[in-house]
């Protein structure tokens, strides 16, 4: 079986973490499918660990010439289907599509423009009707789907990624050291991250959980780490609290930053899947996270569970686990065992499941897709 793979959106933000690893997942646990990634020449894909056959493409992924390249590379590479792991999906391809569907934010929050976030949604649409199978990052999400845009349970399959390999516990001296001379940073701390898309992020809800843990007597350096524009609504949390916000670090930096914390706060009111919630699960980290969206799911017994928005229940939760180091480690180890739940490998064999199935339906006239049929 053929398979093309729109590589063009990895970077270090959910949906990137999720094409690489991917990417890496099927080319190691099933060698023998004909994956084909189309990637851009700036932006490869790391190490995946096996040769892969690769398609440089240059047109610009908003727009119609790009469509256009991808429609004419399914043709060209004579694919059985092909898999675009955002919403945007090439409508022309002459195969079967599959698309994954991270989120439904656009539906249920205010997250753009007017005109942006119409547009958005339309793009959504457009992928679902196109799309022969619809990949969902959790049970959730698959909910969502059905709920919102009414799609029918049989054409969905709810796949859960894991976290990448190098998000791994065992804290040493050596990178408290190196996050010393590097940031600043001083153990213990308590750590949460900042957004660009702040809105559902609650970034002001974990402030005010680290000042309310303060209050009752916990100490601790609190640390940011992530986009400042997610701390433009949180102007009087971080005068009071004066965190150590450090702004984007290296990815590489990440992994370390989790395990070396003694809690990680997760305050979000949605989220399709929470990979920081995971992530910090399998670096070692005690996790204290909302139950927005999916993260009650995903965390299972792996973490200390608020209610959203709930700042004081969720300082209490900071403070019990400072102060109490036996049940800290409780729930490191209970992470740690949650995380390891979630195995790329089964990912990649679910995942070649969902080609096997899209393979055998027909592609929809471009008339369906766009609602033109019968006019």
Same mark, same amino acid.
């Given at each position: 079986?053929?398979? +093309?793979?729109?590589?063009?959106?990895?970077? &270090?933000? +959910?949906?990137?973490?999720?094409?690489?690893?991917?990417?890496?997942?099927? #080319?190691?646990?099933?060698? $023998? /499918?004909?994956?084909?990634? @189309?990637? @851009?020449?700036?932006? %490869?894909? %790391?190490?995946?660990?096996? %040769?892969?056959?690769?398609?440089?493409?240059?047109?610009?992924?908003?727009?119609?010439?790009?469509?256009?390249?991808?429609?004419?590379?399914?043709?060209?590479?004579? =694919?059985?289907?092909? &898999?675009?792991?955002?919403?945007?999906?090439?409508?022309?391809?002459?195969?079967?599509?599959?698309?994954?569907?991270?989120?439904?934010?656009?539906?249920?929050?205010?997250?753009? *423009?007017?005109? &942006?976030?119409?547009?958005?949604?339309? +793009?959504?649409?457009?992928?679902?009707? #196109?799309?022969?199978?619809?990949?969902?990052?959790?049970?959730?999400?698959? +909910?969502?789907?059905?709920?919102?845009? &009414?799609?029918?349970?049989?054409?969905?399959?709810?796949?859960?990624?894991?976290? !990448?390999?190098?998000?791994?516990?065992?804290?040493?001296?050596?990178?408290?050291? @190196?996050?010393?001379?590097?940031?600043?940073?001083?153990?213990?701390?308590?750590?949460?991250?900042?957004?660009?898309?702040?809105?559902?992020?609650?970034?002001?809800?974990?402030?005010?959980?680290?000042?309310?843990?303060?209050?009752?007597?916990?100490?601790?350096?609190?640390?940011?780490?992530?986009?400042?524009?997610?701390l433009a609504n949180c102007a009087e949390e971080v005068s009071r609290l004066k965190p150590l916000v450090t702004g984007y670090v290296p990815f590489?930096? =990440?992994?370390?930053? @989790?395990?070396?914390?003694?809690?990680f706060v997760c305050a979000s009111a949605y989220e399709g899947l929470g990979m920081p919630v995971l992530e910090a699960m399998a670096s070692g980290?005690?996790?204290?996270?909302?139950?927005?969206?999916? =993260?009650?799911?995903?965390?299972?017994?792996?973490?200390? !569970?608020? %209610?959203?928005?709930?700042?004081?229940?969720?300082? *209490?939760?900071?403070?019990?686990? !400072? *102060?109490? $180091?036996?049940?800290?480690?409780?729930?490191?180890?209970?992470?740690?065992?949650?995380?390891?739940?979630?195995?790329?490998?089964?990912?990649?064999?679910?995942?070649?499941?969902?080609?096997?199935?899209? #393979?055998?339906?027909?592609? /929809?006239?471009?008339?369906?897709?766009?609602?033109?049929?019968?006019?």
């Amino acid at each position: 079986m053929r398979v +093309g793979f729109d590589g063009r959106w990895y970077n &270090h933000s +959910g949906v990137g973490i999720y094409v690489y690893g991917l990417a890496r997942a099927m #080319r190691e646990y099933v060698p $023998d /499918l004909d994956f084909i990634i @189309y990637e @851009y020449e700036d932006n %490869p894909l %790391p190490d995946l660990g096996r %040769p892969y056959e690769r398609r440089i493409v240059k047109k610009p992924k908003y727009s119609v010439a790009g469509q256009l390249e991808i429609a004419g590379c399914c043709k060209h590479d004579k =694919l059985d289907v092909f &898999h675009a792991p955002f919403y945007l999906v090439p409508v022309l391809a002459s195969c079967p599509i599959i698309v994954t569907i991270h989120d439904l934010m656009p539906f249920l929050f205010r997250i753009y *423009s007017w005109p &942006h976030q119409m547009i958005v949604k339309m +793009g959504y649409r457009m992928a679902a009707k #196109r799309a022969a199978r619809i990949i969902a990052v959790s049970r959730h999400s698959a +909910g969502d789907l059905q709920r919102i845009m &009414h799609i029918p349970a049989e054409r969905i399959s709810a796949i859960s990624h894991g976290p !990448l390999h190098s998000f791994t516990p065992g804290a040493t001296p050596s990178e408290q050291l @190196y996050l010393a001379e590097r940031y600043g940073i001083k153990t213990p701390y308590v750590l949460t991250l900042s957004f660009t898309n702040w809105k559902t992020k609650n970034v002001d809800v974990a402030l005010k959980a680290m000042l309310a843990a303060a209050q009752m007597g916990a100490a601790f350096q609190p640390v940011v780490v992530g986009a400042a524009i997610g701390l433009a609504n949180c102007a009087e949390e971080v005068s009071r609290l004066k965190p150590l916000v450090t702004g984007y670090v290296p990815f590489d930096d =990440l992994p370390m930053l @989790y395990r070396n914390a003694a809690v990680f706060v997760c305050a979000s009111a949605y989220e399709g899947l929470g990979m920081p919630v995971l992530e910090a699960m399998a670096s070692g980290c005690a996790v204290v996270t909302s139950s927005g969206g999916s =993260l009650p799911e995903v965390a299972g017994p792996g973490a200390v !569970l608020v %209610p959203t928005g709930d700042a004081d229940a969720m300082g *209490s939760a900071i403070y019990r686990l !400072l *102060s109490d $180091d036996a049940e800290r480690r409780r729930v490191r180890c209970s992470g740690i065992r949650r995380a390891e739940q979630f195995s790329w490998r089964e990912v990649a064999y679910q995942t070649r499941a969902v080609y096997e199935a899209a #393979r055998r339906q027909r592609v /929809l006239p471009l008339s369906d897709v766009l609602g033109l049929k019968g006019a």
